[in-house]
Each structure stands twice: as C-alpha cells, then as structure tokens.
C-alpha cells in the first residue's frame, strides 16, 4: 500500500488481540480517543480512600454493623469493571463491622443477558471469591425470583430480583462510562437494567422511554437515567462502590457512597476522561469497541455505532472492526433485524411493538444504519448473515477501508475513534 509516511498508522484491539489500521494520510483527519488520565500508583490505596471517605452516607462498617445479610451485586462478563480488585478492599470493610462470609452473598447483574459460566465469574471475581461465598446470575425471566415495589413517577414498573431487596445491606459495584441512553453507565444501572424483571426491561428499555438519539453524556432530563435511579432507590440501595477507567482500563478514579450523589461524582470524572472533540464530521467513521469483552459479539459491538453515528456525515460509511468471538448475541437481535425488509422497518415495528430480548439493540443498529452503510470487520460471522442484518462484511480493516473510499471518493475524510463506546463526541465549534 505504498510508503508508511503516507499513511497514519494505529494500533488498536481487537478481541484479545491488537491490530493495525493504516489510512492514508489525504484522508486522515482526526483520532478520537479517551484523554490521557493516569491511572492510580495504588489501586487498593486509591479503592480505600473512597472507602473510608464516603460520599452523602455514612462509612460502609457503620451501615453494615449489626446486619445479617450482605449482597454485593458485581457487572457480568460483558463489563470490563475489574471487580476482583474491588473486591478485598470492600470485604475489609465489612469485616470492621463484623459481618462474616456467610453473611455475604454475590448477584450478577445479567439484565437480559445470558448467565455467566462459572470460569467467566472465576475471572471476574477470582478464585478465591468463588471458593468462599454464593455466587448467583440473575435471572430476569422469572417471576418466582422477583417481587414488585410499585412504579416509578413516569410509571415504569419496578419489578425486580428478590433476594436483592431482602438483604439487610446492599452494595453495587460497577463502573461508570459513556452510555448511548442512560448517558453514563453505573450506579443506578446495576438495579434497571441489572436486577430487573423482563415486564419492567420491557417498559424502561421501550421508545417511549428512551432518547431517540444517542445519548452519551446526557443526564439532566434524560428518563432513561432518571426512572434507573428512582427504581434504585425504591429498592433500597445502601452503598455503590464504582470506578472509572482509563483507556488502558486502568482505575483512575474510585467514587462510594450514595447511589446519586456519589455516582454524580463519578461522572465528573468520567467527563474528564470520555469527553472529545473533533473538528468536524466525516464521510468515514472506523470505530472500536475497545477489545474483548466490548467486542464479544455483535450485541455488545454496536455500542460502538452509537458515537459514530454522532460524527459520520449522512449517507456516510462506519466501518466496525470487532471479533465478534461469540457471534450476533441475543438471537432476538438477528430475528428482527433478518425479519425486516429494510432498516426502517425495524425501527416501525420497535415504535408499534416496543421492547424484546433483541428488538431495542435491533432498533439502536438500524438507526445507524438509517445514516450510514456499515461494514462490520470480522471473521466470525459470515457475509450472507450481515447481508440480513443489511450491512457488508470484510476480512481486515485494509479491505473495508479500500470499499468505503471506492464509495465516497480520493478526497473523503476519515476519523479513526479508538474505544467508541466510551467516547462522548464533541465538536470544537460546540
């Protein structure tokens, strides 16, 4: 392809793995990246100070003393929180209040995603965690597990794991970055969606609910975010313990305390590191999810788009380079998407018929596609099941690239976004 001083050239993940981008440099007009912000020198240093310095209540020791039951819920899989180093700094709390292993109980805040297999949670938690306390996925479609704490103000129902509300201290743990509807990840998500019942997914995670745009960043007056945090609050929520990670999912920052206000912190953080400016929108857009687990499947690699749809121009390509190891994902996902004729109808029938386990990520994808052509680079999945999903394939980015200059011609702009999914898009006339 010619000299390397004609090209810019980037390494970035891909699955487990990092590969090489190469675009020409009459082409190349910005990277967007998170901004540089160190990570802690001592992590567990960093994790107790938070800790012992807790924001709007008061120390964990002192809420957990004399209570029978602790539940610590933790992200599943498809969140790179880095839980196990979360984990003794908090259990040393507990332990000051005199709570004892079999007190404490874990919860996998699965949402509508599949449970975690006992090495995905060995991994998350370690071993030792596995080997000393119950470790549970929850499970959104039964109703036996659940019980119904009334409505939020804006009606959605909060439905949601009972064993959750019963413990006598409950602790979220997760960690807080860009979302494309809740405006940030964290906090309050670890209930709605993590803890919920499919009835209240339904209502929360349906158009009437959620931004018809992608939302990174937007808290204030978002009711996506602010039905999660009532329904947190309604089930009672003591304690969050939350981080924020750098790009190289480093700790660089750790809120705790109280489920808004400690969490609203954590967003300022976030802010420093997530938000980025460009100087203006492209033709072509190539963003990553950041690597695996962000690009386990195709369900979890469209949170990529979302900030790609914020800066492609209209008519213009995103190209995706994600493993896609375990495949599409949620086989709902597909259904609708292999359902439609269309992009558009995809986004009719989620208005008409709402919420399903497939059908918001179905909608979310073909409003992308709505704006731009998407080339997804995998060799996971093959072409004729793209072709349903109405996007193209190509083996390497080279590839794609060469298709999407081929489409918009020699003088066509593009903008590499590293880690997509955790970027909040801004341009530098805003």
């Known amino acids: 392809m010619g000299d390397d001083n004609e090209f810019y050239i980037e390494t970035v ?14 082409n190349y007009l910005a990277t967007m990246m998170p901004r ?71 919860l996998v805040a699965t949402g509508t995603h599949r449970d975690n297999t006992p090495e995905e949670l060995e991994g998350m938690l370690g071993k030792k965690i596995m080997e000393r306390f119950r470790v549970l996925n929850h499970h959104c479609q039964d109703e036996s597990l659940m019980v119904d704490l009334g409505k939020t103000t804006s009606g959605i129902p909060v439905v949601i794991n009972r064993l959750f509300r019963e413990a006598e201290v409950k602790i979220l743990t997760a960690t807080i970055a860009p979302h494309q509807a809740a ?25 009437s609910c959620r931004p018809d745009k992608p939302a990174m960043g937007w808290v204030e007056g978002n009711m996506f975010h602010e039905s999660a945090l009532e329904a947190a609050k309604m089930a ?11 790009h190289r999912k480093q700790i660089t920052g750790v809120v705790a305390g109280d489920v808004e206000r400690a969490w609203l912190e954590g967003v300022k953080i976030s802010r420093q590191v997530f938000e980025v400016t460009v100087p203006r929108a492209a033709e072509i857009v190539i963003t ?15 949170k990529s788009m979302a900030a790609a749809e914020m800066v492609v121009k209209e008519g213009g390509t995103v190209i995706l380079p994600a493993e896609c190891r375990d495949g599409i994902g949620a086989r709902g996902f597909y259904d609708w998407m292999a359902a ?9 029938r989620f208005i008409r018929e709402g919420y399903s386990i497939g059908s918001s990520k179905a909608w979310l994808f073909s409003r ?14 093959d072409d004729k099941t793209l072709e349903k999903m109405f996007t193209k394939r190509a ?20 903008v590499l976004m590293r880690n997509g999914s955790d970027i909040i898009p801004r341009f530098e006339r805003e």
């Open 395 to 414: 083996d390497s980015i080279e590839d794609a690239l060469r298709m999407a200059l081929a489409r918009h011609g020699e003088k066509a702009a593009v």
């Open 340 to 348: 439609a004729s269309c992009p558009q109808d995809v986004i009719d």
């Open 288 to 302: 990553t999810p950041g690597g695996y687990p962000k690009d386990i499947d195709l369900y979890q690699s469209q």
């Open 36 to 106: 540089y912000r160190p990570g802690a020198e001592d992590e567990a240093g960093e994790i107790r100070r938070a800790l012992e310095n807790p924001i709007g209540t008061p120390r964990l020791r002192e809420i957990a003393r004399g209570k029978k039951s602790v539940v610590i819920v933790v992200n599943d899989i498809t969140r790179p929180t880095a839980t196990y180093k979360l984990l003794p700094p908090l259990l040393e709390e507990l332990r000051e209040a005199g709570i004892e292993d079999h007190q404490i109980f874990f």
């Open 368 to 381: 992308c596609l709505k704006r731009a052509e998407v080339i997804v680079v995998t060799k996971c999945i």
């Open 183 to 207: 405006g940030f990840s964290g906090g309050r998500k670890s209930v709605l969606p993590g803890l919920a019942s499919i009835a209240t997914l339904k209502m929360h995670h349906g158009y």
């Open 13 to 26: 993940p891909y699955g487990k793995e990092e590969i090489e981008i190469r675009i020409p440099r009459k």
């Open 236 to 246: 009672g929520t003591d304690f969050i313990l939350n981080t924020v990670q750098n």
